[in-house]
């Protein structure tokens, strides 16, 4: 079993930036590729990005490349999301997700991007 617990969210004018952390329970974390999602109202889930467990290999939706970056910090058991540039369509409901196994998810947190 794996509980993640993001925060970082709120509100935010268009171009500024949000911090989201995402830290997790148990010891297999830093075994495993980490992933941030997000659902805008209406729309289904997306992935925004994911990195591998050592950190050296991410990917980003075309949609935040060059103003997001995902990172982790294996010795916190914590993966971040550091959103920069922020635009009014970023605005969404941002869930951690821990790819290992099954899969477990986050409680979310929301990103209101005000225009």
């Known amino acids: 079993q794996v509980q993640l617990v993001e925060s970082g969210g709120g509100l935010v004018q268009a171009g500024g930036s949000l911090r989201l952390s995402c830290a997790a329970s148990?010891?297999?974390?830093?075994?495993?590729?980490m992933a941030w999602y997000r659902q805008a109202p209406g729309k289904q889930r997306e992935l925004v990005a994911r990195?591998?467990?050592?950190?050296?290999?991410?990917n980003y939706a075309d949609s935040v490349k060059g103003r997001f970056t995902i990172s982790r910090d294996n010795a916190k058991n914590t993966v971040y999301l550091q959103m920069n540039s922020l635009k009014s369509e970023d605005t969404a409901v941002y869930y951690c997700?821990?790819?290992?196994?099954?899969?477990?998810w986050g409680q979310g947190t929301q990103v209101t991007v005000s225009s």
């Open positions: 997700r821990f790819e290992g196994g099954l899969g477990y």
């Open positions: 148990g010891s297999i974390f830093r075994l495993n590729t």
């Open positions: 990195i591998s467990f050592g950190g050296g290999g991410t």
